[in-house]
Nanobody
Framework: VQLVESGGGLVQPGGSLRLSCSAS????????MSWYRQAPGKERELVAG????????KYADSVKGRFTISRDNAKNTVYLQMNSLKPEDTAVYYC?????????WGQGTQLTVSL
């Protein structure tokens, strides 16, 4: 089982970025996929989640209207489109896949929002 995040980097406030998470080793379409983030000195928090069909989505209040989670089951990939980025979005972003007691995590990708 492998989850590999990509797309992180340095972006200015107000900018946009898209994270990708490529999955392998499990039946991707049957898993609930989420993005979490962890800022220095803070606990890991849920950012967004999406069901296997890509129909039901949920977001943290802090990112609603700015972030969009999506998935492409044909490519075994989940995305996080991030717009209107703020310095407080700076964190390591983790991809998570969950189903029936299985809980898989990626290694994380760093997003830094700064001038």
């Amino acid at each position: 089982v492998q989850l590999v995040e990509s797309g992180g980097g340095l972006v200015q406030p107000g900018g946009s970025l898209r994270l990708s998470c490529s999955a392998s080793g499990f039946t991707f379409s049957t898993y609930y996929m989420s993005w979490y983030r962890q800022a220095p000195g803070k606990e890991r928090e849920l950012v967004a989640g999406i069901d296997g069909f890509g129909i039901s989505r949920k977001y943290a209040d802090s990112v609603k209207g700015r972030f969009t989670i999506s998935r492409d089951n044909a490519k075994n990939t989940v995305y996080l489109q991030m717009n209107s980025l703020k310095p407080e979005d700076t964190a390591v972003y983790y991809c998570n896949g969950r189903r029936s007691g299985n809980d898989y995590w990626g290694q994380g990708t760093q997003l830094t929002v700064s001038l």
